[in-house]
């Protein structure tokens, strides 16, 4: 079992930049590959990126290609999330979340492990 913490969220201003992070304990760190989402109001939960166990592969939802980046530190037990270019639409709660699995980490449905979010509001 893994135990996720997230932190970095807040208040900010359209075209801004934040960096999200997300403390992990338990298991074994580089046994999860990990995921971000996030729900807005009112929203489906949305996938936002993907990174395999070491790091090696990356995937990103649509709305954010190009203006995210996720990277991990396994000897940190953290994943993180650099969101530049912050969009009004952004705004939402994200998540991290954890899998054993290899594959389908677009799907909330693939997580096992959650962290209780983080809020990020983006002003206009």
């Known amino acids: 079992q893994v135990q996720l913490v997230e932190s970095g969220g807040g208040l900010v201003q359209a075209g801004d930049s934040l960096r999200l992070s997300c403390a992990a304990s338990?298991?074994?760190?580089?046994?999860?590959?990990m995921g971000w989402f996030r729900q807005a109001p009112g929203k489906e939960r949305e996938f936002v990126a993907a990174?395999?166990?070491?790091?090696?592969?990356?995937n990103y939802g649509d709305s954010v290609k190009g203006r995210f980046t996720i990277s991990r530190d396994n000897a940190k037990n953290t994943v993180y999330l650099q969101m530049n270019s912050l969009k009004f639409e952004d705004t939402a709660v994200y998540f991290c979340?954890?899998?054993?699995?290899?594959?389908?980490?677009?799907?909330?449905?693939?997580?096992?492990?959650w962290g209780q979010g983080t809020q990020v509001t983006v002003s206009s």
């Open positions: 990174i395999s166990r070491l790091g090696v592969t990356t």
């Open positions: 979340a954890a899998t054993p699995r290899l594959t389908y980490l677009v799907a909330s449905t693939s997580y096992d492990y």
């Open positions: 338990g298991r074994t760190f580089s046994y999860y590959a």
